[in-house]
């Protein structure tokens, strides 16, 4: 009997050993299920906390037991301890699966080409455009051409067809990239789960999401439609660009064809749009370089995947995007459409959702009777010298920060296009003065605007002469009339003595993106001959000066509210402080200058309102002159000033100077420089009429008479002629208190002797 249990014990342990390595792979499996459902941090932090116990528990009942039997019950405790955990890990994979499978969204085939439209509305709540109103023509699977079709496969899913809606190796594969940090690797969604995801659950990235768009995929679409069905959702429900939806549409958009007549070199680029409709075909007519770049990638892949040779590669590779593209949208635009499309960014931006795919009632900050002037200038008043002038405008409130008004250039016709407001990135020259120059001095030297500065010859700091504009030089002069003139040397001489990082901490407050190397921002930045800057950047920094210093990043929406959900965001201005009130009138002042006595006359006078501008323009280097022959050109044109309730930059220029446009002379410094000037003011006149008429005096700034010539500044005697005397401003604690002895009245003459010959 003895030996018979002895039997029994050696092969039940033989038999429980066997059965726990079968077992593995399926526990390890559960395990990682629960790890998916609950979280690492959570199992981790459940499976320590039991272990702990365990331990514990067991020392406390076997601390006076040997070694051998300690040992034997840890291995059973951990043992215990895993399979709790697979019992966590099944019940939690059980209930998740459960809770999928009861909360999935009910799939609506005719909901795929139903969306709602956003709504923009201008800052009365008066309606001015909708977006993503869904224009499609449904093409059938048999309609699509096969090159489209081997096009969409090779770069979407090329296991389309080998799989039933949940691609695994893809998964892995894309999985492990995503830890490893190969991008390379891959998305895991299949086109299937792209259906799903696009249009029955949501774009968020979320555990729950992806195993709804699993399930959907396998066991929905998959059960219930074809392949070929499939595919149709996939090609017909996107927005692709361009106000297109779906193939047809951006067939006809893009190339003004049929789909079913498109070839390889098309097929690739439609196809290509999928990753990012908004940034490849939003801008294919201004930026083409990017959908060029992803065209050649899908090209890449349908050879890789065996849909065309080599030589088909090449010779669609070879064939510009500008030769695919037809000559502009066959549909117009709106009048609004450069504000529309700051709109859609920002709300891109600060949503993470396309309006064209959610939506939404945007409340913007357009002023349409603002914008209307800009329209009205820009398009119909304004004489153009050609049709390659351009030009770049931005509006902004003082008050509120708001963008109102602007233009993203002449000759709008794409939605989405190049819009020179934002996107362009040009040296502002002279206009830069204010921030890297004068603003800084003010700020953290105590400056006034009588402070002194020598226009004589002069040198960076690396021994370089610098130049002004006309090559003359003026002498001493005030800090007013050095920046009300535009003289360059005062202005280096005014950024060498002040402390670089103070002038860098300034000038970020402001929003602008100076040049930045090991802390530093060099000496060229004095006259703005940095790596550029744009209207909406320059009009939102100069409203700092008339807002009594307080910076407001630029804005054009309020609020938007999700339409299906009714669930609300508010936008609220950033505004922070980037200078003492008595800097920003200071500069005020020296710009108001500029305006009555100065340099900037042309551009901003005003009758019955006081305004604040200055001018700039950049130069072409010489190689650039030399190549293309146009010495005495001018790069670019700048205005940028302010009243006390609006703020307006303008950009005037060339996009590009080409051999062509040298040739046929489409630049001229002089003209251009007056017209720059008439442009700027036919729109500012207008802009600031039903505003502050005056500047408001802050009372940390002091206006002290003071006698002119006076170095240091003193005030006048009782006997100074009033041709000798000015108002200047100073911050309060700063202001001059010792009175000038030039024009002091002397004694009468005593024992005078006279004689007549």
């Given at each position: 009997?003895?030996?018979?249990?002895?039997?029994?014990?050696?092969?039940?342990k033989?038999?429980?050993k066997?059965?726990?390595v079968a077992?593995?792979?399926?526990?390890?499996?559960?395990a990682?299920a629960?790890?998916?459902?609950?979280?690492?941090?959570?199992i981790?932090?459940?499976?320590?906390?039991?272990l702990?116990?365990?331990?514990?528990?067991?020392?406390?009942?076997?601390?006076?037991?040997?070694?051998?039997r300690k040992k034997?019950?840890?291995?059973?405790?951990?043992?215990?301890?895993?399979l709790?955990?697979?019992?966590?890990?099944?019940?939690?994979?059980?209930?998740?699966?459960?809770?999928i499978?009861?909360?999935?969204?009910?799939?609506e085939?005719?909901?795929?080409?139903?969306k709602?439209?956003?709504?923009?509305?201008?800052?009365?709540?008066?309606?001015?455009?909708?977006?993503?109103?869904?224009?499609r023509?449904?093409v059938?699977?048999?309609?699509?051409?096969e090159?489209?079709v081997d096009?969409?496969?090779?770069t979407?899913?090329?296991?389309y067809y080998?799989?039933?809606?949940?691609?695994?190796?893809?998964?892995?594969?894309?999985?492990?990239?995503?830890?490893?940090?190969?991008?390379?690797?891959?998305?895991?969604?299949t086109?299937?789960?792209?259906?799903?995801?696009?249009?029955?659950?949501?774009?968020?990235?979320?555990?729950?999401?992806?195993?709804?768009?699993?399930y959907?995929?396998?066991?929905?679409?998959e059960?219930?439609?074809?392949k070929?069905?499939?595919?149709?959702?996939?090609?017909?429900?996107?927005?692709?660009?361009n106000g297109?939806?779906?193939?047809a549409?951006?067939?006809?958009?893009?190339?003004?064809k049929?789909v079913?007549?498109?070839n390889?070199?098309e097929?690739?680029?439609?196809a290509g749009?999928?990753?990012?409709?908004?940034?490849?075909?939003?801008?294919?007519?201004?930026?083409?370089e990017?959908?060029?770049?992803?065209?050649?990638?899908?090209?890449?892949?349908?050879k890789?995947?065996?849909?065309?040779?080599e030589?088909?590669?090449?010779?669609?590779?070879?064939?510009p995007?500008e030769?695919?593209?037809?000559q502009?949208?066959?549909?117009?635009?709106?009048?609004?459409?450069?504000?529309?499309?700051?709109?859609?960014?920002?709300?891109?931006?600060?949503?993470?959702f396309?309006?064209?795919?959610?939506?939404?009632?945007?409340?913007?900050?357009?002023d349409?009777?603002?914008?209307d002037?800009?329209?009205?200038?820009?398009?119909?008043?304004?004489?153009?010298p050609n049709?390659?002038?351009?030009?770049?405008i931005?509006?902004t409130?003082?008050?509120?920060?708001?963008?109102?008004?602007?233009?993203g250039?002449?000759?709008?016709?794409?939605?989405?296009?190049?819009?020179r407001?934002?996107?362009?990135?040009?040296?502002?020259?002279?206009?830069?003065?204010?921030?890297?120059?004068?603003?800084?001095?003010?700020?953290?030297?105590?400056?006034?605007?009588?402070?002194p500065?020598?226009d004589?010859?002069?040198?960076?700091s690396?021994?370089?002469?610098?130049?002004?504009?006309?090559?003359k030089?003026?002498?001493?002069?005030?800090?007013?009339?050095?920046?009300?003139?535009?003289?360059?040397?005062p202005?280096?001489r005014a950024f060498?003595?002040v402390?670089?990082?103070?002038?860098?901490?300034?000038?970020?407050g402001?929003?602008?993106?100076?040049?930045?190397e090991?802390?530093?921002?060099?000496?060229?930045?004095?006259?703005g001959a940095?790596?550029?800057?744009?209207?909406?950047?320059m009009?939102?920094?100069?409203?700092?000066?008339?807002?009594?210093?307080?910076?407001?990043?630029?804005y054009?929406?309020t609020?938007?509210?999700?339409?299906?959900?009714?669930?609300v965001d508010?936008?609220?201005?950033?505004?922070?402080?980037?200078m003492?009130?008595?800097t920003?009138?200071?500069?005020?002042?020296?710009?108001r200058?500029?305006?009555?006595?100065?340099i900037?006359?042309?551009?901003?006078?005003?009758?019955?309102?006081?305004?604040?501008?200055?001018?700039?323009?950049?130069?072409?280097?010489a190689?650039?002159?030399?190549?293309?022959k146009?010495?005495?050109?001018?790069?670019d044109?700048w205005?940028?000033?302010?009243?006390?309730?609006?703020?307006?930059?303008?950009?005037?220029?060339?996009?590009?100077?080409?051999?062509?446009?040298?040739?046929?002379?489409?630049?001229?410094?002089?003209?251009?420089?007056?017209?720059k000037?008439?442009?700027?003011?036919?729109i500012?006149?207008?802009i600031?009429k039903?505003?502050?008429t005056?500047?408001?005096?802050?009372?940390?700034i002091i206006?002290?008479?003071i006698e002119l010539?006076?170095?240091?500044?003193?005030?006048p005697?009782e006997?100074?002629?009033?041709?000798?005397?000015?108002v200047?401003?100073f911050s309060?604690?700063?202001?001059?208190t010792?009175v000038?002895?030039?024009?002091?009245?002397?004694?009468?003459?005593?024992?005078?002797d006279?004689?007549?010959?």
């Amino acid at each position: 009997m003895k030996k018979i249990k002895r039997l029994f014990r050696k092969y039940s342990k033989i038999a429980s050993k066997k059965v726990t390595v079968a077992m593995l792979p399926f526990l390890i499996i559960v395990a990682i299920a629960g790890y998916l459902t609950i979280g690492l941090k959570k199992i981790t932090i459940i499976v320590g906390v039991l272990l702990i116990c365990s331990l514990v528990i067991d020392f406390i009942k076997n601390k006076h037991k040997g070694k051998r039997r300690k040992k034997k019950k840890i291995g059973r405790l951990l043992i215990n301890i895993f399979l709790v955990f697979v019992i966590i890990g099944v019940v939690g994979m059980i209930t998740f699966i459960s809770y999928i499978a009861l909360t999935a969204p009910k799939f609506e085939p005719d909901a795929l080409y139903k969306k709602e439209a956003s709504v923009l509305y201008d800052s009365t709540g008066k309606e001015i455009t909708k977006l993503g109103l869904e224009i499609r023509d449904k093409v059938t699977f048999e309609e699509i051409p096969e090159v489209l079709v081997d096009a969409i496969l090779a770069t979407e899913d090329a296991r389309y067809y080998q799989h039933n809606g949940f691609d695994l190796p893809r998964f892995i594969k894309a999985s492990t990239g995503q830890l490893t940090g190969n991008t390379a690797a891959g998305g895991a969604s299949t086109i299937t789960m792209q259906v799903v995801k696009n249009n029955i659950t949501d774009t968020k990235v979320s555990l729950t999401r992806k195993f709804t768009d699993i399930y959907m995929s396998m066991f929905v679409l998959e059960r219930k439609y074809s392949k070929e069905e499939i595919f149709e959702f996939y090609v017909n429900a996107p927005y692709l660009g361009n106000g297109s939806y779906g193939i047809a549409e951006a067939s006809r958009n893009y190339f003004g064809k049929e789909v079913k007549d498109i070839n390889l070199a098309e097929a690739s680029f439609i196809a290509g749009l999928f990753q990012s409709p908004s940034y490849y075909g939003d801008a294919a007519w201004s930026k083409p370089e990017r959908i060029e770049k992803r065209r050649n990638t899908v090209l890449y892949l349908m050879k890789r995947h065996g849909y065309i040779t080599e030589k088909e590669e090449k010779v669609a590779k070879a064939i510009p995007i500008e030769a695919l593209l037809q000559q502009k949208r066959p549909e117009g635009v709106s009048p609004y459409q450069s504000f529309i499309d700051i709109v859609i960014n920002e709300v891109e931006k600060k949503t993470g959702f396309s309006p064209y795919k959610v939506p939404m009632k945007i409340y913007t900050t357009l002023d349409t009777k603002r914008q209307d002037i800009v329209n009205e200038v820009v398009d119909k008043k304004f004489f153009w010298p050609n049709e390659k002038t351009q030009t770049g405008i931005a509006i902004t409130s003082v008050k509120t920060g708001a963008i109102l008004a602007v233009s993203g250039g002449r000759n709008v016709s794409v939605e989405r296009g190049f819009n020179r407001a934002i996107d362009l990135n040009r040296q502002p020259g002279s206009t830069a003065k204010p921030f890297y120059d004068y603003g800084p001095g003010i700020e953290y030297e105590n400056w006034s605007t009588y402070t002194p500065f020598l226009d004589s010859p002069h040198n960076y700091s690396n021994g370089k002469p610098i130049k002004n504009w006309d090559n003359k030089f003026m002498g001493l002069l005030t800090l007013k009339q050095a920046l009300g003139l535009s003289r360059n040397i005062p202005a280096l001489r005014a950024f060498q003595s002040v402390d670089n990082k103070l002038i860098l901490n300034f000038v970020m407050g402001l929003g602008l993106k100076p040049e930045v190397e090991n802390g530093f921002i060099h000496e060229a930045h004095a006259i703005g001959a940095y790596n550029g800057s744009n209207p909406v950047e320059m009009a939102a920094a100069y409203a700092a000066f008339a807002n009594q210093g307080y910076y407001i990043e630029p804005y054009t929406i309020t609020k938007v509210i999700y339409t299906e959900t009714g669930d609300v965001d508010e936008f609220t201005p950033v505004k922070n402080r980037a200078m003492k009130e008595s800097t920003a009138y200071v500069i005020t002042d020296a710009l108001r200058w500029s305006v009555t006595d100065g340099i900037s006359r042309a551009s901003g006078r005003v009758p019955g309102y006081e305004t604040a501008v200055k001018t700039g323009t950049s130069n072409y280097d010489a190689d650039f002159i030399n190549k293309y022959k146009i010495w005495g050109a001018t790069n670019d044109l700048w205005s940028a000033g302010y009243s006390q309730d609006y703020s307006m930059a303008l950009w005037y220029g060339y996009d590009k100077i080409t051999s062509e446009s040298a040739k046929n002379k489409w630049y001229n410094m002089g003209a251009d420089s007056a017209r720059k000037h008439n442009l700027y003011n036919m729109i500012f006149k207008e802009i600031v009429k039903g505003g502050a008429t005056k500047f408001d005096t802050p009372k940390s700034i002091i206006p002290v008479t003071i006698e002119l010539n006076t170095m240091p500044a003193q005030l006048p005697s009782e006997f100074t002629p009033a041709k000798m005397k000015v108002v200047e401003y100073f911050s309060k604690g700063t202001e001059p208190t010792t009175v000038s002895p030039r024009y002091m009245r002397l004694d009468d003459p005593k024992n005078l002797d006279v004689r007549i010959t």
